[in-house]
């Protein structure tokens, strides 16, 4: 065996830090545009006609993360459109003054312009939630009376602040191959197709369709776009045959330019016949991705599967992904009501962007229902340590395995379900989440809580687990001994081992809390008596460093 001479190099030369650079995608957005493209794309002309007919002088500028190269840019061609100063100047230098009539004019023209209100424009570099919602609580923070959202949206309503939506306009590339590929896939002209494309490729399908038409395609929609999540085809128009029976949607086949995402996906699977897809972007500059037939089973199998599991849930976590769509307080109560009804329990929960690691921190929760706009509230469990559904899915999720059928039919959008949902009924017994069907009186409550207690052990079957059945705080010996003596204001001593009372119900961990709990908050440590009463406060010291007040007082050699 040969001594080596040096020893082995275990670490990355350093000069290898500066060579390799890990490669950073940028999207075509951010690639550097002409001032001529810059007005075009983000519709500069089409925002300053908004802002002044509306009349708003303080505007939120919300981008996306790939578009913030551009926002300064965009932000100084607003400026400049809007400032009064710059604008009856331009038209002056623009119009002729030798004659009396242009005179007159100009003189309205600044009288005009003199009186629309001075506009302050902020840039939203940063969205408290998704990128496709309107980040309401950042323009509230700056006190804006409107909000300009550039980019890809959900079109979810709001419930505060105007909101002008600049889908950006972006280039379309290939539309030959495009058309070949249509051609290729649709063989019978006859087919009923309907046409939609991403928001930022809307304009491009009108002269799409004057083509295949020129090619003897007959049954052809093209969608606009309309602020309306509930839509068979979400924020799409549908055919004037589909809005007299929307079951005749089935009859029709969707050509798709762009990739959609996968919440439109899953809702559009089991509405039409077949999704195409046509993909109006390169994944890198050397391969090119082939348009393909969209397939949803896997998924929605997936989607099944997963609320499936968490029907032996015991606390559920409704996890706020939003605080601007509208009624968003309201589907929150209804998931409520639902998992009270069902004889289980329920925390709610903000924490802004949801992460893995923010909502792994209460281990408690079994399973977690994201309330957010009909995009952003589909979120990929495999990441997180516990499933995350969909209001649509909890509703089938606390349903009992005889009663639950699965069509294949889904929804993300919470506002239909709001519609179509009655609430649950009130003052049912439940024992280990079933129905009993009759009402409950104090007498049945105590034998149901014997019951419970002498009740073997239930495990779930799929996962050989123990079934631990919390229930809500119970109600009614509270709401007997209520109707016998009324609330009181009055201060009374609370007597030592009496549960403390939250809501007016006994809580067994808000008495835990109280008497365990050491740390009470902030400005909790004035009422604690430390056994050292710690050093006596003394003045210090003062000036610059070089020459605090001390050195002064001494003679420098």
Same mark, same amino acid.
């Given at each position: 065996?040969?001594?080596? &001479?040096?020893?082995?190099?275990?670490?990355?030369?350093?000069?290898?830090?500066?060579?390799?650079?890990?490669?950073?995608?940028?999207?075509?957005?951010?690639?550097?545009?002409?001032?001529?493209?810059? /007005?075009?794309?983000?519709?500069?002309?089409?925002?300053?006609?908004?802002?002044?007919?509306?009349?708003?002088?303080?505007?939120?500028?919300?981008?996306?993360?790939?578009?913030?190269?551009?926002?300064?840019?965009?932000?100084?061609?607003?400026?400049?459109?809007?400032?009064?100063?710059?604008?009856?100047?331009?038209?002056?230098?623009?119009?002729?003054?030798?004659?009396?009539?242009?005179?007159?004019?100009?003189?309205?023209?600044?009288?005009?312009?003199?009186?629309?209100?001075?506009?302050?424009?902020?840039?939203?570099?940063?969205?408290?939630?998704?990128?496709?919602?309107?980040?309401?609580?950042?323009?509230?923070?700056?006190?804006?009376?409107?909000?300009?959202?550039?980019?890809?949206?959900?079109?979810?309503?709001?419930?505060?602040?105007?909101?002008?939506? *600049?889908?950006?306009?972006?280039?379309?590339?290939?539309?030959?191959?495009?058309?070949?590929?249509?051609?290729?896939? #649709?063989?019978?002209?006859?087919?009923?197709?309907?046409?939609?494309?991403?928001?930022?490729?809307?304009?491009?399908?009108?002269? *799409?369709?004057?083509?295949?038409?020129?090619?003897?395609?007959?049954?052809? /929609?093209?969608?606009?776009?309309?602020?309306?999540?509930?839509?068979?085809?979400?924020?799409?128009?549908?055919?004037?045959?589909?809005?007299?029976?929307?079951?005749?949607?089935?009859? =029709?086949?969707?050509?798709?330019?762009?990739?959609?995402?996968?919440?439109?996906?899953?809702? %559009?699977?089991?509405?039409?016949?077949?999704?195409?897809? #046509?993909?109006?972007?390169?994944?890198?500059?050397?391969?090119?991705?082939?348009?393909? %037939?969209?397939?949803?089973?896997?998924?929605?199998?997936?989607?099944?599967?997963?609320?499936?599991?968490?029907?032996?849930?015991?606390?559920?976590?409704? %996890?706020?992904?939003?605080?601007?769509?509208?009624?968003?307080?309201?589907?929150?109560?209804?998931?409520?009501?639902?998992?009270?009804?069902?004889?289980?329990?329920? #925390?709610?929960?903000?924490?802004?962007?949801?992460?893995?690691?923010?909502?792994?921190?209460?281990?408690?929760?079994?399973?977690?229902?994201?309330?957010?706009?009909?995009?952003?509230?589909?979120?990929?469990?495999?990441?997180?340590?516990?499933?995350?559904?969909?209001?649509?899915?909890?509703?089938?999720?606390?349903?009992?395995?005889?009663?639950?059928?699965?069509?294949?039919?889904?929804?993300?959008?919470?506002?239909?379900?709001?519609?179509?949902?009655?609430?649950?009924?009130?003052?049912?017994? =439940?024992?280990?989440?079933?129905?009993?069907?009759?009402?409950?009186?104090?007498? &049945?409550?105590?034998?149901?809580?014997?019951?419970?207690?002498?009740?073997?052990?239930?495990?779930?079957?799929?996962?050989?687990? /123990?079934?631990?059945? +919390?229930?809500?705080?119970?109600?009614?010996?509270?709401?007997?001994?209520?109707?016998?003596?009324?609330?009181?204001?009055?201060?009374?001593?609370? +007597?030592?081992?009496?549960?403390?009372?939250?809501?007016?119900?006994?809580?067994?961990?808000?008495? #835990?809390?109280?008497?365990?709990?050491?740390?009470?908050?902030?400005?909790?440590?004035?009422?604690?008596?430390?056994?050292?009463?710690?050093? +006596?406060?003394?003045?210090?010291?003062?000036?610059?460093?070089?020459?605090?007040?001390?050195?002064?007082?001494?003679?420098?050699?």
């Amino acid at each position: 065996m040969t001594t080596p &001479e040096a020893p082995p190099i275990l670490s990355t030369p350093a000069t290898h830090i500066f060579e390799e650079q890990p490669a950073v995608s940028i999207e075509k957005s951010s690639l550097r545009l002409s001032d001529e493209q810059l /007005y075009v794309t983000y519709e500069i002309d089409r925002t300053i006609t908004e802002i002044r007919k509306g009349g708003f002088s303080r505007v939120a500028l919300q981008f996306p993360d790939t578009m913030l190269p551009n926002a300064p840019r965009v932000f100084e061609a607003l400026s400049k459109g809007l400032d009064t100063t710059t604008s009856s100047s331009s038209q002056q230098t623009a119009q002729s003054a030798d004659t009396y009539w242009h005179r007159v004019g100009e003189e309205k023209l600044s009288i005009r312009l003199a009186k629309l209100p001075a506009v302050r424009l902020y840039i939203l570099a940063d969205t408290s939630y998704g990128a496709c919602c309107v980040d309401e609580i950042a323009a509230e923070h700056i006190n804006a009376d409107a909000v300009v959202h550039y980019g890809p949206a959900c079109l979810s309503p709001t419930a505060r602040i105007p909101v002008i939506h *600049i889908f950006t306009v972006q280039q379309l590339q290939g539309q030959s191959n495009l058309i070949q590929d249509f051609e290729d896939f #649709y063989v019978d002209h006859q087919a009923k197709v309907i046409l939609m494309a991403d928001v930022t490729y809307q304009h491009q399908l009108e002269r *799409i369709k004057a083509v295949l038409q020129s090619r003897r395609y007959s049954n052809l /929609y093209v969608t606009n776009i309309m602020h309306d999540p509930s839509s068979p085809l979400p924020n799409r128009t549908i055919p004037n045959e589909v809005k007299a029976d929307p079951s005749t949607l089935k009859d =029709w086949q969707l050509f798709h330019i762009s990739d959609p995402p996968e919440s439109l996906l899953l809702s %559009l699977a089991s509405r039409l016949a077949s999704i195409r897809i #046509y993909p109006a972007s390169k994944t890198d500059d050397e391969r090119y991705r082939e348009p393909f %037939l969209a397939s949803t089973s896997r998924a929605l199998n997936r989607r099944y599967a997963l609320l499936t599991s968490v029907s032996t849930a015991s606390v559920f976590g409704i %996890l706020i992904n939003t605080l601007s769509v509208k009624n968003y307080l309201h589907i929150v109560e209804y998931v409520k009501s639902q998992i009270r009804a069902a004889g289980k329990k329920s #925390y709610t929960f903000v924490v802004g962007k949801v992460n893995a690691a923010k909502v792994a921190n209460f281990s408690e929760i079994g399973a977690w229902v994201v309330i957010g706009c009909w995009e952003s509230s589909l979120i990929d469990s495999k990441d997180f340590w516990k499933p995350m559904l969909t209001p649509f899915e909890l509703g089938l999720a606390l349903k009992g395995d005889s009663e639950r059928v699965w069509t294949g039919e889904w929804s993300s959008d919470f506002q239909s379900i709001l519609q179509e949902s009655t609430p649950p009924r009130e003052n049912t017994a =439940w024992r280990n989440g079933h129905e009993t069907g009759s009402e409950i009186d104090s007498k &049945e409550d105590r034998e149901l809580d014997s019951e419970e207690e002498s009740a073997p052990p239930d495990y779930d079957l799929r996962t050989g687990r /123990y079934i631990s059945h +919390a229930r809500p705080m119970q109600t009614s010996r509270l709401g007997a001994s209520a109707g016998k003596h009324p609330p009181s204001d009055s201060l009374i001593r609370r +007597a030592k081992g009496d549960l403390a009372i939250v809501g007016g119900e006994a809580s067994p961990g808000a008495e #835990y809390l109280k008497s365990k709990r050491m740390w009470k908050g902030l400005g909790s440590d004035f009422e604690i008596a430390y056994e050292n009463a710690g050093g +006596a406060i003394e003045q210090g010291r003062s000036g610059i460093a070089r020459g605090y007040t001390h050195d002064r007082e001494g003679t420098r050699t």
